[in-house]
């Protein structure tokens, strides 16, 4: 019951922050729209000049992919933490390079695993543990900003102290996507960008739900990345 008390206070919260952070920044419910729209273009460019099936292409195309995922985490970590949105174009390609390395570092390791282990990851529900245990590895990024094995790591233990608060999201995400055209992912940071972004479709409006989605786990990650139901309960949240 303490718990579920703890919840609900947690998400009450979490929700009129992110009411108010869309108000003021309405642009960060596009925001995955917008990557994914260009990542699509890439994407189809390549095909059309004959490159898009080269395994060194695959590797430039994962890196631009984690270079538009990291402009993105450099948007969220503004309007989460600071509560501000710039419309500039710099402020779209400035943060290209901010979280790179961080995120291709857990694509590189993801693929690494794909090679040794092959098939095995994506079997039954292990893929499904996998993308539970590191589900908030993107906000640990872009909110605590860790690196190399810290991208693991610290992920993990956040769900080990907040497990009753992420997990339940991290199941509307799923029941969410296994109706949708959204795929589910093995690696959590590639649900953020799209592929599919370039076609007004239904995936088009998943993308804008999507957005408001990912703001409420910026928010409500960085509400309880450094606070504990005891200490919630000390600052009056319950």
């Given at each position: 019951m303490e718990y579920l008390k703890d919840l609900l206070n947690v998400y009450k919260k979490a929700g009129q922050d992110t009411i108010n952070l869309i108000a003021k920044n309405p642009i960060i419910v596009f925001l995955p729209?917008?990557?994914?729209?260009?990542?699509?273009?890439?994407q189809?460019?390549?095909?059309?000049?004959?490159?898009?099936f080269s395994r060194l292409w695959g590797t430039i195309l994962g890196l631009i992919q984690a270079?538009?995922?990291?402009g993105y985490f450099s948007q969220m970590s503004d309007g989460?933490?600071?509560?501000?949105?710039?419309?500039?174009?710099?402020?779209?390609?400035?943060?290209?390079?901010?979280?790179?390395?961080?995120?291709?570092f857990m694509k590189f390791v993801f693929y690494l695993a794909s090679l040794l282990l092959g098939n095995i990851l994506v079997r039954g529900y292990l893929y499904l543990i996998v993308f539970v245990l590191l589900n908030a590895a993107g906000e640990s990024i872009y909110i605590r900003n860790v690196q190399r094995e810290d991208t693991f790591l610290y992920p993990i233990n956040y769900l080990k102290e907040n497990w009753y608060i992420w997990i339940p999201h991290v199941i509307l995400y799923l029941a969410l996507t296994t109706r949708s055209f959204v795929p589910s992912y093995l690696n959590p940071l590639d649900?953020?960008?799209?592929?599919?972004?370039?076609y007004i479709n239904q995936h088009t409006i998943m993308l804008i739900i999507l957005g408001?989605?990912?703001?409420?786990?910026g928010v409500l990650f960085k509400n309880t990345y450094n606070s504990t139901i005891r200490k919630r309960k000390y600052m009056g949240w319950n």
């Open positions: 729209l917008i990557y994914s729209f260009a990542f699509g273009m890439i189809t460019f390549s095909i059309i000049l004959g490159f898009g270079m538009l995922l990291s989460v933490n600071y509560n501000r949105l710039s419309l500039k174009l710099n402020s779209f390609t400035d943060g290209f390079f901010t979280y790179l390395w961080s995120i291709y649900m953020y960008i799209s592929g599919h972004g370039l408001v989605y990912f703001t409420f786990r």
